[in-house]
């Protein structure tokens, strides 16, 4: 139960797009479409910003999109805000008895 | 509205158990619709799944961890448990109570150090 791979940082100024990749293996992110997506503002508990790679749940803009191809998930920030400055962590479910497994995070800074 | 509150110690010494609970409001911890869970972020690190347990009473631990690591629910407190015996220094986290996987609905988090 290996954890995804995500780059440590990412950057953009405001109104540009930010995409941030999450690298897995057949067995999680290239087996099933559950991946998540979660933003972690500083000493906030996480948010979920994805589901099942593309859905957002209420509440979120549609500015954060998903996506994926083979192993690799993706989130794309468009018309980037200085509120998206946060932590962003990718997650997939890894077959049934399996709790599913996290990205490394990645942290996005607005310039 | 799916509400979640950590309770417990936020020291506890080597070797000893940590117990956290998780208040549930707006539902009912038996419902069929939910799952529960616990997820921890050591201080500046990633987040880790410890387990889930289902309204059913079934549970799934983190392989690593399965061996010290216990879930239950309380439907008469709408409460579900963890405990985690003969802790670390490397148990030090920010430990989140959660519903669901994807995680829809967490807990505000709370700070357990382990040190004597």
């Known amino acids: 139960q290996s954890a995804l791979t995500q780059p440590p940082s990412a950057s953009g100024s405001p109104g540009q797009s930010v995409t941030i990749s999450c690298t897995g293996t057949s067995s999680d992110i290239g087996a099933y479409n559950y991946v998540s997506w979660y933003q972690q503002r500083p000493g906030k508990a996480p948010k979920l910003m994805i589901y099942e790679v593309g859905k957002r749940p209420s509440g979120v803009p549609d500015r954060f999109s998903g996506s994926k191809s083979g192993n690799t998930a993706s989130l794309t920030v468009s018309g980037l805000q200085s509120e998206d400055e946060a932590d962003y962590y990718c997650?997939?479910?890894?077959?049934?008895?399996?709790?599913?497994?996290f990205g490394g995070g990645t942290k996005l800074t607005v310039l | 509205q799916l509400q979640l509150q950590e309770s417990g110690p936020g020291l506890v010494k080597p070797s000893e158990t940590l117990s956290l609970t998780c208040t549930v409001s707006g539902v009912s911890i038996s419902s069929t619709t939910y799952y529960w869970g616990w997820i921890r972020q050591p201080p500046g690190k990633g987040l880790e799944w410890i387990g889930s347990?289902?309204?059913?009473?079934?549970?799934y631990y983190k392989p690593s961890l399965k061996s010290r690591v216990t879930l239950s629910v309380d439907t008469s407190k709408n409460q579900f448990s963890l405990k985690l015996s003969s802790v670390t220094a490397a148990d030090t986290a920010v430990y989140y109570c959660?519903?669901?996987?994807?995680?829809?609905?967490w807990g505000q988090g709370t700070l357990v150090t382990v040190s004597s």
């Open positions: 997650s997939s479910y890894a077959g049934s008895n399996n709790l599913g497994v």
């Open positions: 347990i289902y309204y059913s009473g079934s549970t």
């Open positions: 959660a519903s669901g996987n994807p995680v829809f609905h």
